[in-house]
């Protein structure tokens, strides 16, 4: 599935215990110094810098903080995070105790979506086998290293993937986003300081701290280090979970995975942006296209203004409904399109849309009504004769 | 926490606490920002986005409500892109919001209007949502919903369960189906609602309003067969005038009641008289039930003894609290006890027969028209009070009759049961049942007045959460030898938030008093849910001092000194927890649990 | 179906009393009352987890894969997003309903299967995709409908 072996890292081999016992044998603060340095960017779709915010949870002062691992992969066309917890887990749990060390906490928990119920007792037997195996043999200095791994279940939220709703709904509430700041890292699960990382970012971690920043530093771009997975799916020939040097070309990937009369792409999933030929060239990576990790394929036979009211259905169902312009934008926004599609308003109504986008872009309370603007805003600019001159 | 940090808005410097918020700053610094889901009263939600500001650094425009200022900030609150974000969100809102003006309660006093108004709303920018209309939930006795005119703004959700520690409403689905709920969509009649009507005090909208009885008092008040008595509590009065233009705190009692006899009531009474009567009955029962505690040993009798005037408060201890319903008083709430005395003692004095008398409340609060309607309620024969109105709904009445305050005379209560002591008065601020019943419970102990400067019981009075204090019985007098030395503690709560912890304590066994009142409005009865909207802390303190006053100029000043409480102990009720007294005066309360009965 | 209070109490007993654990156990309450939640199963998740039911009613509400209506044996998941649209999940959708005689979000006469749309299950390399309890069927072929259903008649 790979496109060149010696870019394989997250993917790649991996002794169990080889990453921690590299942690352990340096001090917390020199493992949040090599994240930094590594110039990692965390996987779930935001690329902040992970070190960087190892650092600030690392500094929290309290009496108990939280790894959190999001598992709750639910943008559409995103299956990477599966893949690794089904194929790579060590990895991952590893990362978690890695993340805890570092940080100075001693209990994870992976936030599972509820869709994915079906891994919960593979998964549970894989922290068992960490715990015993690995890291019951650990030592920090003299005491034994303990940490403790929990999965949470989701049950059907794709907002709970944001990172406060996620610790809402750990603590038995609706998943709604909070105002920031205050931060996770600040307040966050049970009220107290909490990191949480998509999986892969814990995945790679462990490769990190077991080979070195500056080997890490050798992949991807200046900007963006090292390797991504990316989910790959839709009108392409073999669609799978891919791992790409990032600053890989957008056109080399359709290449690679077969797309042929390929009309368009969603880059970044849903929450991303449309892109058409003349976008082929540009890179995945930060600052360029999103390397959210989600790539959707769309063939000439697609209908756009289809995907676009799927796209727009979906963020409507999918709000959390608390923000005016999330909830009530995303509604609009869709029944605008429908209502020019049947004629009921003019295309200048268009406009107006447009001023829409642009207030949910500016106000909405988190970041899935920041970003509902992008897949509208994109598809209806590649294809405004498809979708408004009909 | 108290590190000042300088904040610039629009080039206006205010210096502000770390981690108050940028909407604080504003404030201060005299700039208005458009609200709808912020309330001085309310934790943080940020959901409505009106209030959103240019924060320089910030990518975003930000929510003021909710934006903690750590370190200094320069904020821009009327760039062209802040204006259209808030005037875009405001058209939304207005597309899901099912306005019709002319029949809404809030109509003039509406905050959505109001600001459609300030930012120039013209047109519908968008389609109106196509959802399902709600029907209008008229079950409870006390509270309306109205749901097609909810906007989402979670004030009731967070007022009901952050500040009444009641949890009646929550958001409920997700997406574009939220809604705010009931438990299972069950009518607000069958959930746990204590009726306080502070969801309705502080709804931006018509989405939530209190039961409008005043149609049927206009009947009643036509009908020529039909005496029509009115009673007024002494919170509305120091509220009302704020209906009418003045401002919060001014004292409209006396043009009131020229109002009411004008728009055709046939008496009006103050219900300052039934509190007095109140006090002498809870006094005694307290002392009652001290001597049966301190000299029999009864373990059956139980101490604290909580105030009952408060019907929201006893709704919310008998869902909550239903096994101890023993530590209530048992005195009916003055409304009440003064709807029994009417309909028997007063009826007879006028010489009408009491299936004609209709007796009307004014009172602050949305729980008395359910308290009214008790079945329990009936203990002159007939519903001892026949109609609760609201402040607002009196307001309403009076200016649907042409009546305005400003053009009224000053008219005094009629007589017979028609003055209070200043005791009575201070019933409407939390900490006034407490002082008026101490003024009285002490002096009928020791003989000599409370020891306190022109009687102000001062640690008892005030905002704060809960407050406690407790006086020495020395020198008592020969019947209460009982209690010489006895340290007497109280302590007073407002708002039942404030109540659960006492509650909490009591359950636990840590709770040390010997008498708590408990009022279920922030503030008591001046805060009241069936008060003018809004109601602040500011607006509330304001009351207060109005209330305090009428206090100090009345001449008597203590319940069992009010000569027409004392005759009329004397020609009809025997003595203070008489069987007489028990009859009429007393009541019984229901054991409700949190959960709904399945029918 | 009466609700086996009984049965609900014993799972409240298996998990510690930490908030964490409150959405694992709604799914075990779920699962107990027959893949739904009952008024009388959702008041005694209330009393025994000391939470007012205003907040177990919000909480439940807001996740799709709680219902407190009631709900068949089996839960038929189609995905509707995107990738699977387009690879003929709508179609497969209709076919579903046809051969079920229920409209989405229904249950079936017998109450034997309950159909309802759902958010990407992940399963987007296999589009159209669908979830039958909790087992995945990827490139679901209108073929094959029907013997996929037979396993769970
Ligand atoms: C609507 C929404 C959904 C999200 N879903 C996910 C998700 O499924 N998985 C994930 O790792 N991050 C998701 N995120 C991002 C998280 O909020 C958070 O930034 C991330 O978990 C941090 O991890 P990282 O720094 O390792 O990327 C989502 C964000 C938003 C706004
Ligand atoms: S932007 Fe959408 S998902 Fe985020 S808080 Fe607002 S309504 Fe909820
Ligand atoms: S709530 Fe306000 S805007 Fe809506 S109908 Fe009433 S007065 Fe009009
Ligand atoms: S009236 Fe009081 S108890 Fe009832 S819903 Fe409103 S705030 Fe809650
Ligand atoms: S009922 Fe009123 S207070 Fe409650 S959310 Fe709706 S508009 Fe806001
Ligand atoms: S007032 Fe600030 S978001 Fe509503
Ligand atoms: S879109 Fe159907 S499984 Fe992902």
Redesign the pocket.
Known sequence: MVKAKEKRIITGKFTPGSGIKAALAGKPEEVVQEVIDSGLR???????P?GL?WRFAANEKSDMKTIIC?A????PGTFK?KYLLDNHPMKVLEGMAIAGYAIGADKGIIYLRGEYAYMLPSLEKNIEDIKKNVFSKLKVGKKKFEFDIKVRLGAGA??C???FALIESLNGNRGEPRNKPPFPIQKGYLEKPTL????E?FATVSHIIEKGALWFGKFGTKSSKGTKLFSISGDVKYPGVYEFELGVKLRDVLELVGAENTKSVQVGGF?GINVTESSFDKTLAHGDLPAGGSIIVFNKDRDMLKVLKNILEFFEEESCGQCTPCREGAYQLLKGIKMIEKGEKSIRYYKDLCDLCATMKDSAK???GL?IPSPFLSITNNFKDEILYR | MSEMIKVNIDGIEVEVESGATVLSACEKAGVKVPVLCHHPDLNVAGVCRVCMVEIEGMGNLQASCAYPVTQPLTVKTKTNRVRKARRMNLDLVLAEHYGDCYTCPRNGNCELRTLADEYGVDKFKFPHVDKPRYAKDTKSFSIIRDQDKCIHCKRCIRTCIDMQKVNVYETANKGHDVEIQVALNKSIADVVCINCGQCVNRCPTGALWTQDVSDQVWEDIENPDLFVIMQTAPSPRAAIGEEFGYPPGTRVTKKLNAAMRRAGFDKVLDTNFAADLTIMEEGTELLERLHKVIVKKDKSVKIPMFTSCSPGWVKFIEHYYPDHLDHLSTCKSPQQMYGAVIKTYYAEKIGIDPSKIRTVALMPCSAKKYECNRPEMNASGYRDVDYGLTTREMAMMLKEAGLHLADMPTEEFDPVLGEGSGAGMIFGATGGVMEAAIRTVYELVTGRPVPFERLNITPVRGMEAIKEASLKLEKVKKEYKWLEGVELKIAVAHGTANAKILMDKLVDGTLDYHFIEVMACPGGCLGGGGQPIPTTPEIRKARANAIYQEDEEIEIRKSHENPLIQKLYKEFLGKPGSHKSHELLHTHYTKRGQYFVKD | MSVNLERIREIFSDYSPEKGNFMVLLHDVQKACGNWLPEEALMEVSKLAKMPLNKVYGFVSFYTMFSTQPRGKHIIRVCKDGPCAVKGSLMLADLLMKELDVDMGETTDDNHFTLEETACIGTCTASPAMMIDDEVYGNVAPESLNSILKKYR
Do not use: H, I, P, Q
Request: hydrophobic fraction near 25%.
């Open positions: 965390g996987k779930g779709g935001a690329g902040f992970a915010k999001n709750d992969e639910g943008e995070d794709y907002v993937g944001e990172e949480v990382n998509n999986v970012t929450s988190c970041g899935l970003s």
